[in-house]
């Protein structure tokens, strides 16, 4: 998630990393400044292979769309859930999963 946020980040923006705990969960966010993903396309950039720009396709195998479908898939897989939220060129991806309890 931080290097989607970097690669499409405005230049000279800041990215913005928070972690927070409330009750039985963390919680990670991570926002940046950019072009917005619009509101019927942000639960689609989970999908595997899906880009939201088609026009931006680097050539490399390090950029086939599967990176948030690959962190979707183990955010779950800890009974985790992930989210995007767009808007006025501000985006932020929110990632929560469970704390470990120890025994």
């Given at each position: 998630m931080v290097s989607n946020a970097v690669r499409y980040a405005e230049e000279g923006s800041t990215i913005s990393v928070e972690i927070s705990e409330s009750g039985g969960s963390v919680c990670t966010a991570i926002s940046n400044r950019g072009t917005t993903i619009p509101?019927?396309?942000?639960?689609?950039?989970?999908?595997r292979?899906?880009?939201?720009?088609?026009?931006?396709?680097?050539?490399?195998?390090?950029?086939?769309?599967?990176?948030?479908?690959?962190t979707r898939s183990i955010v779950e897989a800890h009974k985790g859930r992930i989210a995007c939220e767009s808007a006025e060129g501000h985006?932020?991806?929110?990632?929560?999963?469970?704390?470990?309890?120890?025994?």
């Open positions: 509101a019927e396309l942000q639960a689609r950039v989970f999908d292979f899906y880009r939201v720009d088609t026009a931006r396709r680097e050539g490399t195998t390090m950029n086939a769309g599967l990176g948030m479908a690959i985006t932020t991806f929110t990632m929560t999963l469970p704390k470990l309890m120890s025994s």
